[in-house]
């Protein structure tokens, strides 16, 4: 299923960028801060899609609570 295979995919910096609409450099920050699941592979950022999947439902989560 299309589920499975998204559940394992890997992202890139500019991949997680154009997903989430917002520059390259905030994604840089947001993992150099750790705010945002990722690891590094060879000195390189990645994130697994689930990973961020679930931190946007997080992030989602605690908006809805601010603004009720």
């Known amino acids: 299923m299309p589920t499975s295979s998204q559940e394992g995919e890997i ?4 991949q997680v960028a154009d997903f989430l609409q917002v ?3 905030t994604i840089y ?5 750790k705010k945002i699941p990722a690891f590094k592979v060879g000195g390189t950022w990645r994130f697994r ?4 999947d679930g931190w946007i439902a997080a992030q989602s989560g605690t908006m809805e609570g601010q603004a009720g």
């Open 23 to 25: 520059t390259e450099r």
């Open 29 to 33: 920050r947001l993992a150099a801060a």
């Open 49 to 52: 899609r689930i990973d961020i």
């Open 11 to 14: 992202l890139a910096i500019k």
